[in-house]
């Protein structure tokens, strides 16, 4: 990103202009609003929202981002809750009600929780699972977002959670219709909730379903991705397969050094009568041969699955002596580390820019609310002083990504040229990159180079194609930016 030297960081100007309005402030709606994003601005980590239709696996997702089984991996109710896990000293579940009360209880499980607040879980609006866990404190807090299974509009808890999100991961199994449905109604929604196809990544999970019998089942995985990427193109910006519940155990604390035990018995048995009890889960349940008893049989099911005790048995058979052996080799096989990497690289990278971006958009909807004229006359100031932080050139780079997914996705028909000029635009690093100029090159010679651009692109607004028209103006107004930054000398 291009910042003028010495810039503070976009968040860091928003939370001052936080501070300073919200002590101006009488208790009100306006006022929370203003502290809720203060306190969103003063957070140091990534907020990820993950969401996708019914048993698409989101909770086993949820569990490998946190390192930890703190999600109901189970069909109970709980899941038809918006849910947060948060950093905290101490394990507790707080609710909030419709109503506005806050209920906090000592760490139990959701459904549990919501049982021992004495009211209707329908009244529950929200949760917030509060853990010392070191995931949530270093890397990213989560939220489990179940109400994009709506294909009719999304449900306002799920809008309400997505707006305060830094990125989308949109879990599902087998994508079809009603995944393009829901992802649609998710791009429709981005102005309210700022969730765009860039700031959203598709996981494709259970992929140890798209074996047959003992088959490998990641070439299929990686075609089917490939596939779904380039259709799903203009609604997010990749798709990553992962094994879910391979990524759960191998980040997890629930696989202990016990568990190695029946594996390497399994490890030790003949081949065809192994091979036989794991084709499918109940072969392995009730195979005669193993030398495991039931119990064992099925406490591996519930951290492996049939793929993951198949893969279990092959790294003990290249030499995984222990659990950490063991445990890091299923994290290598189940595809997680690809999307931790891009998770990381993608948003940590641009992190300030999302998140002053959200605080934007609820801040300046909060300048518009009622109260009295004082009040107003100091809301209308921070209006004021927003739209010279939305003008940050780094905020303007977040539109140029949206341009350039439209035309990787193919919505927006461009020539090789144009789009070459958008991606340098969008990606480059330093203004030369940006432009395609000489390191040597002059701020006149630049000038003269952006004058050009500038015209070529107001020209395009004229096209009576309103994408063309829309993204044209982007890079146009990128562009004079870029022209107004440059020294006079």
């Avoid at 203009?234 to 696989?255: H, M, N, R």
Wanted: contains cysteine; aromatic residues 4%.
């Amino acid at each position: 990103m291009i910042a003028p030297d010495g810039a503070e960081p976009l968040r860091q100007t928003l939370l001052r202009l936080c501070n300073r309005v919200e002590s101006r402030l009488a208790p009100g709606t306006a006022k929370q609003v203003i502290a809720q994003v203060r306190e969103r601005l003063e957070e140091d980590v990534l907020r990820v929202a993950v969401g996708g239709r019914l048993n698409a696996g989101k909770s086993t997702l949820v569990n490998a981002l946190l390192g930890q089984k703190l999600a109901a991996t189970d069909a109970t109710e709980c899941t038809t809750k918006v849910t947060w896990f948060r950093f905290g000293q101490q394990s507790r579940v707080r609710l909030q009600f419709r109503d506005g009360e806050d209920v906090s209880l000592l760490g139990q499980p959701l459904d549990k929780a919501i049982a021992a607040s004495g009211r209707p879980a329908s009244e529950v609006a929200s949760a917030a699972v509060e853990s010392p866990n070191a995931v949530l404190r270093r890397d990213h807090i989560v939220v489990d977002t179940p109400g994009l299974d709506s294909l009719t509009g999304l449900d306002e808890d799920s809008l309400a959670a997505l707006s305060q999100a830094d990125v989308l991961l949109y879990v599902m199994p087998h994508p079809g219709e009603n995944d393009f449905q829901a992802l649609a109604a998710l791009r429709a929604s981005a102005a309210r909730t700022g969730i765009t196809a860039i700031s959203t990544l598709g996981i494709l999970s259970r992929i140890d379903q798209l074996g047959e019998g003992t088959d490998d089942p990641w070439p299929a995985a990686y075609r089917l991705a490939d596939r779904y990427g380039k259709q799903l193109a203009a609604l997010l910006a990749v798709v990553i397969p992962v094994a879910g519940l391979l990524a759960e155990t191998a980040l997890g604390d629930s696989f202990t050094e016990a568990d190695m035990r029946p594996l390497r018995l399994l490890a030790g048995a003949d081949a065809d009568t192994l091979a036989a009890a794991l084709y499918t889960e109940e072969d392995f349940i009730g195979h005669p041969g193993l030398p495991v008893a039931a119990a064992d049989r099925e406490r591996l099911l519930s951290l492996l699955g049939i793929y993951g005790i198949r893969v279990s048995v092959e790294e003990i058979g290249h030499g995984a002596a222990g659990a950490t052996d063991l445990l890091r080799g299923l994290r290598t096989r189940s595809g997680v580390d690809a999307l931790l990497d891009r998770l990381h690289a993608q948003f940590l990278g641009s992190a300030d820019q999302l998140r002053a971006r959200q605080a934007l958009r609820a801040l300046e909807a909060a300048t518009w609310l009622s109260g009295p004229p004082a009040e107003k006359a100091v809301l209308a100031e921070l209006r004021t002083d927003l739209r010279s932080v939305s003008n940050d050139l780094r905020l303007r780079e977040l539109d140029l990504a949206t341009v350039l997914t439209d035309l990787n996705a193919g919505r927006w028909q461009a020539t090789p040229e144009i789009t070459a000029e958008v991606a340098a635009l969008a990606v480059g690093r330093g203004l030369h990159a940006k432009l395609g100029t000489d390191p040597g090159a002059t701020a006149d010679q630049m000038r003269t180079l952006l004058g050009a651009r500038i015209a070529a692109w107001r020209g395009m607004e004229g096209e009576y194609q309103r994408l063309t028209a829309a993204h044209a103006r982007t890079v146009r107004e990128y562009l004079e930016y870029l022209y107004f930054s440059l020294p006079d000398c």
